[in-house]
């Protein structure tokens, strides 16, 4: 089975902004139900999901939060942290700050 790449900057926005829909265009709460939720319904699909976070001009917390926080709340911090491979070589924090979010996510 082929794993997937998820390149943000160019399959979704250069300039990710905020947290939820109603706040503007590339929107966190967008990101996670347009691109990542369809990947995580079927329960039997273990594929690596690689997102290529470089490229982008920064990526602001609430939209990190709630992007992959949100989605270890949905659909779990143990099987989001399995299916999720994050790459950045322009910002290796960032990968750090997402790992917190998804570790600190209550289950809905």
Known sequence: ???????????????????????????????????????????DDNRKIRIILDGAYGYPTSFTEEAFGGLARKYGKDRVKKRLEFISEEEPLLIEEIDLYIEKADNE
Not at 31 to 38: G, H, Q, S, V, Y
């Open 1 to 43: 089975m082929k794993n997937i790449v998820i390149n943000t900057a160019k399959e979704f926005m250069k300039t990710p902004e905020d947290r939820y829909i109603s706040l503007g265009q590339f929107i966190g709460e967008k990101f996670r139900k347009d691109k990542l939720e369809p990947l995580f319904v079927d329960k």
